[in-house]
Structures are given as structure tokens and as C-alpha cells.
């Protein structure tokens, strides 16, 4: 046990750890959108189409401050864009938690995915920056095992908190992104790269860096890497629906947190094994056969009619997303230009939260106005489509990686490092 928890946890920078640590208290405070899941439908009022814009247009802010916090990691500093990011989410939850109107609603549920998808660039180069090559693929399992644990905890929260006095989840929220906010403030370095003056002298690399966001969105290697993973994210995000889905059916909506938990407390208790699990293998292979599963899991959630039914569709899926995450961190690194890594980090971040819009959106035009199974074959068609498409854009995709990170002789004089805070 002491070899296996050194191999999967040890020597890991400090940085990283308190990073991590933001991770699970941050994310155990996302019961905030499990809550509305639950009951915009049940309490709030909303049609399900509506309900799905809502979570949508959550979905939009967080793909387009995706893209405005790949810049600012860049331009302006990591630290500096997660600090104001976790402080205005703390902010925006507080005003949500007095409002009812269903347009204020859907506008602050935007809001607040802004703010949230502002955050992620500038954490994900950060755990890039400090971790290295050698250390990435334990870094950011370690790391979302941390993301599922705490989402685990807030799966219990959202279902303990819906007897709770309404503000009450949102305040408590809004702390948990404040204490975020204070990790990083205290203990998180600027990790911007660093180039040596002629001097030798290490100094932060201020100047703007070359080239811009459209350089990324023409890198054709990488977009198609992004739009595949916009597809499998898709499907999972679907999950999101359940709570309707499980309404419509004469289920109890508020059960959801018992069904959705499943994923949680699966990745905890498996997570940490999956990159030993994975070592050496195709790494093209193994996200079709991650596409796969999700695909056949959600789809299976058209002919689940119980609890216990929808439980087992989510062990299928969520051992799909198991599979997924240390490959698809890796790789998003690996393809990755080191100088312009916060617009990459941003891109690809746009691509997953993009499906935050993309699948609740459509998804609940499907269930008002389709037969009740056709969101979820559609689901598991696309779930096809996202393997082939790894399959056959896996050779080139390994290719442009082992380019990016095969070492190569430095310039004389030339230094990479972490700025101190």
C-alpha cells in the first residue's frame, strides 16, 4: 500500500496540493446547480425547455469566460484571474440566491457560468505549469478524483439542503468559492513561465505573448481533438436532464441526488487505479472505447424506469468518463504550445463547457416536445460517432504530440520556472 500511494501521490509539488485542495472544497460547493437541477422544474416552475435554457445558458458563460480566461491566464497572470474569478462567482451566487423571476434567473445563471468558466484556463495551466511533463498524467488524475469526490459530497448536500431555507444553499456556496479564493491568495504562486535575461537573471515574462486565440482555433490537429471532446461532453452533461426525465416519469425528481452520486463515488473509489490501469496502452483506443460506454450508458437511461435502473446506467457511463479524464488531460497538455498555454487551456475548456449549453438546451426540447426515448438514442448514436472520429484522427493527434514534447536543445541563457508569488 505504501509503494502503490507513493507511486500515485508522491512527489508531487506543495502547490499542487494546495491546489487540490481548492478543488474539493470548491467543487463540494457545486450543489448550488444540483439544486436547480432539482427543482427549477418541481419548485421553481419552469417547463422543462426553460429549464433546460437555464442550465444552458449556464453552459454559455462558462464557454465564453472559457475563452476570456485563456487570454488573461496569459496576458495577466493565473493567479490574478483566479482570484477575481472565485471572488465574483462568490458575488453572482449571493444575488441568485434572492431571485425567483425566471428571466433574472436565466440571465444570472449566465452570469455565473462566466465566472465560472473565467477560473478554469488560468487553474489548469497553473497545475501544467507546476506539475511537468513527468508528473502530469498523476497530477491530474489525483486532481479530478478530487473534482468527483467533492461533487460526490455536494450530491448528498443538494439533497439534504432542498428542506433548507432557499438562500441558505447559495450562501453557503458563495463561501466555499471565498475560501477557494484565500488558498489561492495565501498560498498560490504567479506560475507564469519565466525567460532569463541575457544576464542569466531570471525575470516574469511580461511581454505578450506571440500570437493570439486564432492561432489556436486554426491548429486543425487540436480543434478536432476539442470538437470530439465537445461531443462526449454532450453526452454526459446530458445527465443533467435526468431530474426531468425521472418527473416526467412519475419519479421522485428529488432522487436524483441518489442517482447522480453513483458517478461520484465511483470515480473516488476507482479513480486513482485508472492510470496504472493504463499505462502503455493506445491512447487513441482507449477514448472510443470511453465514448462507447458513455454512449451505450445514457442511452440505456430510455428503457430505465426505476432508480435502481437509472443507478446502473450510471456505473456504465461514468466508467466511460473514468477512462477519459487522465487521457484527455494529458493530451490537452501535450498538444499544447507552452507559450501560449492559457488560450490553449481555454479552448479546450470552451469545448467541454460548451456542452453545458449544447446538451441541456436541446436535450430539453427533445423531452417536451419528442417521444421520451429519443433524446437517449441520440445520445448513444453520437457516442459512435465520437469514437470513430478518435480512431481515426488518433495518429496524427500522437504525432503532433511527441513534436510538442520530445526534448529539445534550449537557447543559451534560456530558463523556464515559476515566478514566486
Known amino acids: 500500500m505504501r509503494g502503490w500511494l507513493a507511486q500515485t501521490a508522491g512527489g508531487l509539488p506543495k502547490i499542487f496540493w494546495y491546489l487540490w485542495t481548492g478543488t474539493l472544497i470548491n467543487r463540494t460547493g457545486a450543489f448550488v446547480m444540483l439544486y436547480l437541477e432539482i427543482h427549477m422544474v418541481v419548485e421553481y416552475g419552469f417547463s422543462a425547455t426553460f429549464a433546460g435554457l437555464v442550465l444552458g445558458l449556464f453552459g454559455g458563460g462558462m464557454a465564453l469566460g472559457s475563452l476570456v480566461g485563456g487570454v488573461l491566464a496569459d496576458r495577466w497572470g493565473r493567479r490574478s484571474t483566479l482570484l ?55 497530477g491530474m488524475n489525483l486532481n479530478y478524483w478530487a473534482i468527483n469526490l467533492g461533487f460526490s459530497f455536494a450530491a448528498v448536500l443538494a439533497g439534504v439542503l432542498s428542506r433548507t431555507p432557499h438562500l441558505t444553499v447559495f450562501l453557503l456556496n458563495a463561501a466555499t468559492q471565498l475560501v477557494m479564493a484565500a488558498i489561492v491568495f495565501w498560498r498560490v504562486p504567479e506560475t507564469q513561465p519565466v525567460r532569463a535575461a541575457a544576464t542569466g537573471t531570471a525575470v516574469p515574462h511580461k511581454a505578450p505573448v506571440e500570437g493570439s486565440i486564432l492561432m489556436v482555433l486554426r491548429d486543425r490537429v487540436f480543434m478536432t481533438f476539442v470538437l470530439l471532446n465537445l461531443g462526449l461532453w454532450i453526452i454526459i452533461e446530458s445527465c443533467k436532464l435526468i431530474p426531468i426525465a425521472m418527473h416526467q416519469r412519475g419519479l421522485d425528481a428529488a432522487d436524483y441526488g441518489t442517482v447522480i452520486a453513483v458517478n461520484g463515488i465511483m470515480i473516488v473509489v476507482f479513480q486513482l487505479f485508472v492510470p496504472k490501469l493504463l499505462a502503455g496502452r493506445n491512447r487513441s483506443r482507449v477514448l472510443a472505447l470511453s465514448a462507447l460506454l458513455v454512449g451505450l450508458g445514457m442511452g440505456a437511461t430510455a428503457i430505465a424506469g426505476t432508480v435502481p435502473a437509472l ?4 456505473v456504465v457511463w461514468t466508467a466511460g468518463e473514468m477512462l477519459n479524464a487522465p487521457v484527455n488531460g494529458t493530451l490537452i497538455a501535450d498538444l499544447s504550445q507552452p507559450a501560449m498555454r492559457g488560450r490553449y487551456q481555454g479552448v479546450a475548456s470552451m469545448g467541454f463547457t460548451a456542452a453545458n449549453f449544447v446538451a441541456p438546451v436541446f436535450g430539453g426540447m427533445l423531452l417536451d416536445h419528442a417521444p421520451p426515448m429519443t433524446l437517449w438514442l441520440v445520445l448513444a448514436a453520437l457516442g459512435v460517432v465520437v469514437a470513430t472520429g478518435q480512431l481515426l484522427s488518433g495518429p496524427v493527434r500522437e504525432r503532433r504530440a511527441r513534436a510538442l514534447t520530445e526534448p529539445k536543445p534550449t537557447a543559451e541563457g534560456a530558463d523556464l520556472a515559476p515566478v514566486a508569488a
Open 84 to 138: 477575481v474569478s472565485n471572488v465574483a462567482l462568490a458575488g453572482t451566487a449571493v444575488v441568485l440566491g434572492f431571485v425567483f423571476q425566471p428571466v433574472a434567473v436565466a440571465l444570472l445563471a449566465a452570469v455565473y457560468g462566466f465566472w465560472n468558466g473565467l477560473g478554469r484556463p488560468a487553474f489548469s495551466a497553473t497545475m501544467v505549469d507546476v506539475l511537468g511533463s513527468t508528473k502530469r498524467m498523476r
Open 311 to 314: 443507478m446502473l446506467t450510471v
